[in-house]
């Protein structure tokens, strides 16, 4: 059984991280293994951004809550479970392969309807990150078939950066995408005004990730609170 949501708790916490959130930057809030009443009651504080990182989790708790909520995938997806997250996915974060576009926009086409995804660049000094190298982005942009996804739209970039307590670093890496989001808008590949979005910055880094220029911030634990607390 659930536990009671302590609304006064989350709505003390909502705020705070509300605050620091200026204008023009979109607040994902984390909502991976919190229950959905959890997600109901922040949307009842005016919460319509939720990020997710498993399908089968996405698949179960979307239909019980509000239709108007925009879900964002945050985990790494796997071209098997496509089909299960875009019936709900407001914006993908996380694509990093053509086979992977490929199978969006087979997806997307039978859904008869666009798909908007963020390109990963890996910029953590980590192994385990996912992502295209800067150079790797810069080859795919040439070499890619653009043109045979009609129906995705790559809205921008998405990257984490390394786990660690050097702010120093963490901000050179976040600069360092900002400055490739920057680079990729003045190519012209994508149609004029669709690359507008650029998600860097979680619990531990957001406010280093939005004075780097950051338009997506995914927060969760200083929403929701300790996970069993």
């Not at 963020?118 to 953590?124: D, N, P």
Request: aromatic content about 6%.
């Amino acid at each position: 059984m659930d536990r009671a949501v302590d609304i006064q708790a989350l709505a003390t916490r909502y705020a705070t991280v509300k605050a620091g959130i200026p204008g023009g930057v979109t607040l994902v809030a984390v909502s991976k293994t919190r229950s959905a009443a959890e997600v109901q009651a922040l949307y009842d504080l005016g919460q319509r951004h939720f990020g997710e990182n498993y399908p089968q989790e996405l698949r179960e708790k979307a239909p019980q809550l509000p239709a108007d909520i925009h879900w964002h995938f945050i985990g790494h997806l796997q071209r098997s479970n496509v089909k299960h997250v875009l019936p709900f996915t407001h914006l993908v974060h996380g694509v990093e392969s053509d086979r992977l576009l490929d199978e969006i926009e087979k997806r997307a086409a039978a859904l008869d309807r666009p798909v908007d995804v963020l390109l990963q660049v890996h910029i953590a000094q980590e192994e385990t990150k996912h992502g295209l190298s800067p150079d790797e982005l810069r080859t795919a942009l040439r070499t890619w078939p653009w043109a045979s996804w009609p129906h995705v739209r790559v809205r921008g970039l998405m990257g984490m950066a390394t786990f660690t307590d050097d702010r120093t670093q963490i901000a050179a890496e976040f600069r360092g995408l900002r400055q490739l989001w920057e680079e990729v808008q003045v190519l012209g590949v994508f149609p004029e005004g669709q690359f507008t979005e650029l998600s860097m910055g979680m619990c531990g880094d957001s406010a280093i990730a939005i004075a780097e220029g950051s338009t997506l911030v995914r927060i969760g634990t200083a929403i929701f609170g300790e996970r069993g607390a």
